[in-house]
């Protein structure tokens, strides 16, 4: 299943770095893995306020740059990519919150430990992510397959939308289906379409 309540198990980083260096890490227990290769590729990415998806290998990466910050968050892939740019969003206002991040980029030298009493939030975000309720899980069918399909939103993407129905093209199995979700998540219309890329 695709639910919010696996994050914690499927989840493999969350972390804050501007273009120098990681200024926070989240990570599973036990985890030793490094992801600094990871963040090299994302912060090759100029764009702002705008999410991207990576696939590497076995691992799926959401980020979003802002104010020179940029957000990311890593699974494996039973995790669908709406749920980790949800994820992100949360941690974004709550890292917002509790730091005055401009003054701090302002000053230009972190010490490695600065943000290390954010960790509590960012657990408290993954262990209370469901009853967040940042992501609604719809059912959509997809003529290829020839099944009902649970597909993850978040909410913050049909709610702040300009316009529904909002489009929303779920790739899955080498295959892409464009759904139409309109303001009360109910599935509008389902389309094939063709991918390049
Ligand atoms: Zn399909």
């Avoid at 993954?126 to 899980?137: G, R, T």
């Avoid at 929303?168 to 295959?175: K, L, N, P, T």
Wanted: glycine content about 4%.
């Amino acid at each position: 299943m695709l639910s919010s309540e696996k994050i914690m198990q499927n989840l493999e980083f969350v972390n804050i770095s501007n273009d120098e260096f990681t200024i926070f890490e989240w990570k599973p227990p036990r985890s030793y893995k490094s992801f600094v290769l990871d963040m090299n590729i994302l912060k090759q990415n100029p764009s702002s306020d705008i999410f991207f998806h990576l696939h590497k290998g076995n691992m799926k990466i959401a980020y979003i740059r802002m104010e020179n910050l940029i957000y990311s968050a890593g699974s494996n892939t039973e995790i669908q990519f709406q749920l980790l740019e949800a994820l992100i969003e949360e941690v974004i206002k709550k890292f917002n919150e509790r730091y005055d991040v401009k003054s701090y980029l302002s000053f230009g030298k972190f010490s490695s430990n600065m943000f290390d009493s954010f960790k509590p939030f960012v657990e408290n975000i993954i262990i209370n992510f469901k009853s967040l309720n940042l992501v609604k899980q719809i059912n959509v069918p997809c003529m290829v397959c020839d099944k009902i399909l649970p597909l993850l939103i978040k909410r913050s993407s049909i709610e702040n939308a300009e316009s529904h129905p909002v489009p929303i093209v779920y790739s899955h199995s080498g295959h892409a289906i464009l759904c139409f979700i309109d303001r009360n998540f109910d599935v509008r219309g389902v389309e094939l379409v063709n991918i390049t890329g």
